[in-house]
Each structure stands twice: as structure tokens, then as C-alpha cells.
Nanobody, 137 residues
Framework: VQLVESGGGLVQPGGSLTLSCAAE????????IGWFRQAPGKEREGVAYINRSDGGTGATMYSDSVKGRFTISRDVAKNTVYLQMNSLEVDDTAVYTC????????????????????????????WGQGTQVTVSS
């Protein structure tokens, strides 16, 4: 199983980027996908989750740090999951990685502790190599 992220780059504060997570040898609609990020010297942080669409609800959840600015979505025909990032801030600078797991977590699982839920959701999942996002003027 290989997940491949793309779309990272350098952007000015307030700008936008769209990251892609693609897989050549699995049908992503059967998998729940999470986007994580890790900045230098910081712990990995889960930022967005989309429930599997086949056998799941396709529901989306976000960390408070990106809610209202980031949107996770799925294009079944292209077998790709996207992370649209708007109003980017310097603190969004990190390596962004997508992960896949066949389990489908309910929205209620994320309500009390989003980070703990993201960790549980992908503890045994498949991970990509990551793409660098740098927000700087």
C-alpha cells in the first residue's frame, strides 16, 4: 500500500494551497483518511479526517486549529483525497502527511479529544511520506 502526497510548497500568509493524497493500489473510498502535520520540534498533530464513503458516512472532522480554514474532501473518480487550505498562517508550516485506515469512526469519537481520536483512528493505518508546506512572507 502506497499513499502519495503532493501539492505542498511555499505560500505567503493568507494564501491557499491544496494538498492531494493518492493511492495506486487501493480504492480510497473504502478507507477513512486523515491529514496530519508535524512542524520542526513539535509533536505530530492531526488536522482533518474524512470517514470512508463506501461503508461509512463520509463525515468530516477538523481540529480547532484549522476549522473554518481547511477542507478535506474526496474525489472517488480520481481516487484522491484533498486538503484545501485557505487563510494560511505561518504556524501552518509543517510536513503534511495523509494516513488511511479501513475503520470508520463516528463524529462523536472526535468530540471530546480530537487528537486522541485521530491517533486511535490511524494507529494501525497506512501512511504516506509527506509533503512540505511553508508559509512565509
Amino acid at each position: 500500500v502506497q499513499l502519495v502526497e503532493s501539492g505542498g510548497g511555499l505560500v505567503q500568509p493568507g494564501g491557499s494551497l491544496t494538498l492531494s493524497c493518492a493511492a495506486e493500489n487501493l480504492r480510497l473510498s473504502y478507507w477513512s483518511i486523515g491529514w496530519f502535520r508535524q512542524a520542526p520540534g513539535k509533536e505530530r498533530e492531526g488536522v482533518a479526517y474524512i470517514n470512508r464513503s463506501d461503508g461509512g458516512t463520509g463525515a468530516t472532522m477538523y481540529s480547532d486549529s484549522v476549522k473554518g480554514r481547511f477542507t478535506i474532501s474526496r474525489d472517488v473518480a480520481k481516487n484522491t483525497v484533498y486538503l484545501q487550505m485557505n487563510s494560511l498562517e505561518v504556524d501552518d508550516t509543517a510536513v503534511y502527511t495523509c494516513a488511511a485506515d479501513m475503520a470508520a469512526f463516528r463524529r462523536s469519537s472526535f468530540s471530546e479529544d480530537f487528537q486522541a481520536a485521530m491517533t486511535r483512528a490511524f494507529v494501525a493505518g497506512h501512511w504516506g511520506q509527506g509533503t512540505q508546506v511553508t508559509v512565509s512572507s
